[in-house]
């Protein structure tokens, strides 16, 4: 996979990840090209379409797209459960997610993905494992946070 | 479950998310910008809470699609806290953020150090993940080396394992040169054996992306892929618990495998190919079970399975009875409900397409692709019909298909209608029997959609009305009937000008199409268009002027007018003047000299084709179609003299025709033997003689095999040539193999080895002395014939031996050579010598006559080891520990050739920094020295 964004039916680009090296300028120009091209495709087409040298597989769930940019020689079926398998890791940590849980927390969202796909292929296709990464490093967080009054940081705020 | 962002970064968010208007939201983030710039830059150090918390709201800002231009520093100093948020957040920031900035990258890759020596796997996950996020060369540099052991040490926890391996495959995607193969390569292909299907899934990914550069490294893991692959496809849907997805055993390792398993041709042991054909019957098989649950997602990564499976069958291209069953299966696909399937299935198959054992198959889903083409809602579904139909074309059918795509194209997506357009010309022409029907149908295309006709197609069309004498009537005919249209295209005024300039004397006998007539339909046009086009008609005026005397003075009025004497545009202007000129002062001799006839174009590939390569990739192209291309090409070729008989007859005499161009129709060109009849294909076969110039690319083939003795030396689409040779003192043997690639006989297979000139003496004596026998004259679809070339190195020699190949493939004439690559150094024998004995012998040989240097830029990445390989191949000793820098090689070795023997030194010293090498070769013989010089330096 050469990369996966995220982004809403407003075209709000809301999470990113690049597999290869691609220039800040390079990747601006390619996700709103791509948004473009997506969003303005109608709900029962198929998922798949070529651009530029690549493959494009996206799904949509409710307000959110999803959309994975792959290989000519990658599987096209096989990466669209990718993203809904990234969908259930998602609901099934956040509890039915939506798009303000990947708004909020999006750096929960870029380690369920890191856990889950590293340098474009994927890590681990087992719920449990991946799920059970992500709690410890949560479970290590919670020992290291110290507690802190709530109105201190809306003050700091 | 935690909150990942402390809450003021919610609050943040929240007013963000809220924000009316763009301008609120820019106004909002540049205060928060400079309230943490000054918080960074303020005198009180911060502690790490407060660090990481300023570092997350700028990844946030990121995210929302603002630059950051600054906290880099600050994410580097998190990633040394020994706090896991605070650590975790840096390297987050990290990979989001940095692209190759030196001076952080080295920080970094000290943070990155330690967190791997910690032996704790979630530090060293996070580190992993780092490097496999950032992935620079810089990166490779510094861990490529540490990755393959932490992947393959025994204790390392399987979750460190698989990061291991995709970061490691990640790094050799970027930099595959710093990746050093060695002992940890079989050890990783085992791990297809280990019990956690997790590890397994990564280290497949790994083994696929390093087996396609190396295969042999990674020959073993076929077999262990393919017994893995049974276990899963013969699972019952509840064995591999948490790697069942949705009632599929493990699909995306199955598919990864598969993936594999595309990396080899089909394995050789009858064993482990039982066992593969077995699995991809069951994968077949359960395609038609019902399935096992509703959801979209069992039948999703079932069929996901399955076309890999088809991809695999393909990629094999050997059991016609699994590819007829993969064409049975996407047949069905082609007609589900699903339009992804229907996507999918048309793509498999225009793959099928070009196999010879199921291209029939395929035809015979011709009407659902039209009717797909015709009634599917979506584009990129539409576009993959178009690609099936012109990857299923053949004599058979191009008149259909032809007409289908013109047809669409009157409604077709503006996106796609070029290569439409593109698809429509390459296809008329390769299948045009009777050309009449190629220009109908290029005309057709101007007028359909000429926007959207590139130069190459026109130009295309122009070449081959030249090249072809018995349609150039038809096309001017034809040309001038369509300019008769009230509107029409400007390409079409382009075309039309061109062929009426160069043939409008075949239909000016008819009154209605009359030198006259002809000129001012044109003319008719001359204003509503473009420059270029504007001067292209002036140049037909010109002709018209020759071909049609009678009408001289209308065109030098024309000529004459202000508007074109006086036009500003100077390219215009010029040719009104030049040609008003030419017109008034040359004889009708000169002008007939100057103006005759275009000479037939030299055939080459076609520049559409080349243009739809450009366009889609040359995979997309596919082999079948070039195999067409190379059967259809001397039919529009002229590069063939053609039968006495037809030149006879269109040439009267050379001199007849400089003056009565306009009276002799049926024309000459300046060299007679060009009036190509090129539907006479058979009297190709005797009149070709000639020695085919090089292939190209086989000088780089060549090259290759100066350091080794084995391996293809040629393929195209036709004929695979295969070499195995041996070598002792000055003698040698090669097998040369002869693969036919197609299914069809190759007939008058004649493979000639020619000795060039430059290998002979003065006094013609031979230097190589090359024995061979003649190979049977057919060579059966599929088959291999082989042949033995003795060979004897009588003298050293230059130039290496021309293999020339002549042979008929349906119909047409090939005529091929390539470079056999028998080259002094093959006559080597290594001898090791001590330090002492090689310094002794260099100064012997210290005369400058027998000293041969070049210095010369790397062309490969500048590796100790492949470096010492090359030396060895090329047949030297390479001796250790005789030159004092131990950086540099220095070899050994006595060439033999029948009548003396020559010793040779030499001597390689790379400068990585400037990634040069100076490469010294000392011999007794000037031309020795000199010939392994430039042979040596071609290979690093």
């Known amino acids: 996979m050469r990369f996966m964004l995220l982004f809403s039916r407003q075209g709000k680009l809301r999470l990113q990840k690049w597999y290869l090296a691609t220039a800040d300028k390079d990747k601006k120009k390619m996700v709103r090209e791509l948004m473009q091209v997506v969003l303005a495709r109608k709900p029962k087409m198929c998922s798949f379409l070529e651009w530029r040298d690549l493959k494009v597989v996206y799904k949509r769930y409710a307000s959110l797209y999803f959309c994975c940019a792959i290989e000519g020689q990658d599987n096209e079926l096989i990466t669209l459960e990718l993203i809904h398998r990234y969908v259930e890791l998602l609901d099934k940590y956040f509890g039915s997610v939506c798009e303000l849980d990947i708004i909020f927390n999006f750096e929960k969202a870029y380690f369920i993905l890191d856990e889950f796909v590293m340098g474009g292929e994927i890590q681990d296709t087992s719920k449990k494992s991946v799920l059970k990464a992500i709690e410890q490093a949560d479970l290590l967080q919670e020992e290291d946070e110290s507690p802190r009054s709530v109105l201190e940081e809306m003050g700091l705020a | 479950m935690t909150e990942g962002c ?120 996070l580190a992993l993940h780092c490097i496999a996020n950032v992935g620079s060369r810089e990166m490779a540099e510094a861990f490529a080396g540490e990755i393959p052991k932490i992947l393959v040490a025994g204790d390392t926890m399987d979750s460190v394992k698989q990061s291991a391996a995709l970061c490691l495959l990640r790094l050799y995607r970027t930099s595959p ?215 299923m074309c053949d004599r058979s059918n191009a008149q259909q298909i032809v007409a289908e795509m013109l ?273 006479l294909v058979d009297v190709f076969s005797d009149s070709a003689s000639a020695v085919a110039p090089l292939a190209p690319g086989s000088d780089d083939n060549f090259a290759r095999f100066v350091c080794k003795n084995n391996g293809v030396l040629f393929e195209n689409q036709l004929l695979q040539i295969g070499l195995k040779s041996e070598f002792r003192q000055n003698l040698g043997r090669m097998f040369i193999f002869y693969g036919n690639k197609t299914s069809t006989q190759f007939l008058n297979f004649t493979p000639t080895v020619i000795c060039s000139d430059d290998l002979h003496f003065l006094n013609h004596f031979l230097c190589l002395n090359l024995q061979t026998k003649p190979v049977d004259p057919t060579v059966d679809g599929g088959a291999q014939v082989q042949q033995v070339v003795n060979i004897e190195c009588v003298s050293d020699f230059m130039e290496a031996p021309i293999l020339n190949i002549q042979f008929r493939y349906g119909g047409t004439f090939q005529n091929l050579s390539v470079k056999l690559p028998i080259t002094l150094n093959k006559f080597f024998q290594p001898t090791e010598m001590s330090s002492q004995d090689f310094f002794q012998r260099w100064k012997q040989l210290s005369n400058p006559k027998q000293e041969v240097q070049n210095i010369f830029k790397a062309k490969h990445p500048m590796d100790a080891e492949i470096t010492k390989a090359k030396i060895i191949g090329f047949g030297s000793a390479l001796l250790e520990e005789v030159d004092p820098n131990p950086a540099n090689f220095v070899g050994a070795g006595i060439i033999h050739t029948k009548t003396t023997q020559i010793g040779c030194l030499l001597r390689l010293e790379p400068n990585l920094q400037a990634q040069m090498y100076r490469l010294t070769l000392r011999t007794s013989k000037e031309a020795v020295s000199q010939r392994l010089c430039e042979l040596l330096s071609e290979q690093f």
């Open chain 2, 177 to 391: 040169d710093l990746v050093p193969m060695g002992d940890w390569t079989s050890r990783v292909v085992h791990l297809l054996n280990d019990q956690h299907l997790g590890v397994v899934t990564a280290a497949t990914s790994l083994i696929t992306t390093l087996a396609q550069k190396n295969p042999e490294e990674f020959k073993t893991s076929v077999s262990l892929a393919v017994s893995r692959l049974s276990r899963i496809v013969t699972s019952a849907s509840t064995d591999l618990q948490d790697y069942t997805y949705y009632f599929v055993p493990a699909p995306w390792l199955s598919v990864k495998l598969l993936r594999l398993l595309q990396c080899y041709p089909p394995p050789e042991d009858p064993a482990v190919r039982g066992r593969l054909t077995e699995c991809l019957e069951t994968i077949l098989n359960k395609a038609q079970e019902p399935p096992k649950s509703k959801k979209v997602q069992h039948s999703n990564a079932k069929n996901a399975v399955l076309f890999e499976a088809i991809s695999l069958i393909i990629h094999h291209d050997s059991e016609p009875n699994l590819l007829v069953r993969a064409c049975n299966q996407l047949g069905q696909f082609l007609q589900h409900r699903e339009t992804n399937l229907r996507y999918l299935a048309l793509e498999s198959m225009c793959t099928l397409a070009s196999s010879e054992f199921s291209h029939e198959a395929v035809k015979t889903h011709i009407e659902t692709v039209i009717n797909a083409l015709k009634t599917e809602r979506d584009v990129s579904v539409r576009q993959r019909a178009v690609d099936l139909l012109y990857a």
């Open chain 2, 407 to 679: 047809n669409y194209l009157e409604t077709a997506d503006y996106s796609i209608r070029e290569e439409i357009v593109l698809k429509v010309a390459i296809l008329a022409e390769k299948y045009a029997v009777d050309y009449t029907w190629y220009v109908d149908t290029i005309l057709n295309l101007i007028r359909i959609a000429g926007d959207y006709v590139s130069e190459e197609v026109w130009y295309r069309v122009i070449q081959i009305v030249i090249n072809r004498d018995d349609v150039q009537g038809y096309a001017a005919k034809t040309v001038f009937e369509a300019l008769q249209a009230p509107a029409c295209h400007e390409n079409l005024v382009k075309v039309g000008g061109y062929i009426l300039g160069e043939f409008g004397n075949l239909i000016a006998g008819d009154p209605r199409s009359s030198p006259l007539i002809q000129f001012n339909l044109l003319h008719s046009k001359f204003h509503l268009c473009s420059v270029p086009t504007r001067a292209l008609l002036l140049s037909t005026y010109i002709k018209f002027v020759n071909l049609f005397p009678e009408i001289k003075t209308t065109i030098q009025d024309v000529l004459r007018s202000d508007s074109q004497l006086k036009n500003a545009d100077v390219e215009l202007q010029q040719r009104a003047v030049e040609y008003l000129r030419l017109s008034t002062i040359a004889s009708t001799d000169i002008l007939a000299t100057v103006l005759e006839e275009m000479p037939p174009f030299p055939e080459r590939e076609s520049s559409i084709l080349a243009k739809l390569k450009k366009k889609k990739g040359p995979g997309t192209v596919t082999d079948l179609e070039e195999i067409k291309k190379e059967r259809s090409s001397d039919m529009n070729g002229s590069a063939e003299p053609a039968s006495v008989n037809a030149s006879a007859v269109s040439t009267p005499s050379p001199s007849a025709d400089l003056l009565g161009l306009g009276a002799a129709p049926l024309t000459n060109s300046a060299p007679p033997p060009s009036s190509s009849g090129s539907l």
């Open chain 2, 6 to 125: 402390p809450k003021h970064c919610i609050l943040m968010c929240v007013l963000l998310i809220s924000g009316k208007s763009k301008e609120a939201e820019i106004k909002r983030i540049n205060k928060e910008l400079a309230n943490i710039r000054s918080k960074f830059k303020g005198d009180k150090a911060l502690d790490g809470y407060s660090k990481k918390k300023y570092v997350c709201k700028l990844l946030f800002i990121f995210l929302l699609g603002h630059d950051i231009d600054f906290g880099h520093m600050e994410a580097v100093n998190l990633l040394s806290s020994n706090r896991y948020t605070e650590k975790q957040i840096g390297y987050l920031f990290i990979s989001v953020l940095v692209n190759s900035n030196s001076e952080l990258i080295r920080l970094i890759n000290n943070a990155i150090k330690n967190d791997l020596a910690s032996r704790n796997p979630t530090f060293m996950g």
